[in-house]
Nanobody, 122 residues
């Protein structure tokens, strides 16, 4: 089994910064793509940013220039540096990872974290 645990959420003023972490642990052979999603109250979950195992990144338009996604493959950990936060960034942020759990099979399995709350006040 694989577990994803997010951390680093909290409450900040508009214009402030937070750094989220997502640590994958358990039966892991390798971690492929990792992504950050967020979900605000009453809204659908949306992709914030993603990063491949090789470090290629993509971002939602609403965070480009403000957020930076990164990962440490040795630690099976992904990060989201969130700068110039806006009240509309308020949401629960979820970690997603596609994980190969065994060298016997190249099948990737999808895992989700429980989420971490980010609240940005004006």
């Amino acid at each position: 089994q694989v577990q994803l645990v997010e951390s680093g959420g909290g409450s900040v003023q508009a214009g402030g910064s937070l750094r989220l972490s997502c640590a994958a642990s358990g039966s892991i052979f390798s971690v492929d793509k990792m992504e950050w999603y967020r979900q605000a109250p009453g809204k659908q979950r949306e992709l914030v940013a993603g990063i491949t195992s090789g470090g290629s990144t993509d971002y939602a338009d609403f965070v480009k220039g403000r957020f930076t996604i990164s990962r440490d493959n040795a630690k099976n950990t992904m990060y989201l540096q969130m700068n110039t936060l806006k009240p509309e960034d308020t949401a629960v942020y979820y970690c997603y990872a596609a994980v190969q759990i065994s060298s016997r099979s190249s099948v990737l399995r999808a895992y989700w974290g429980r989420g971490t709350q980010v609240t940005v006040s004006s």
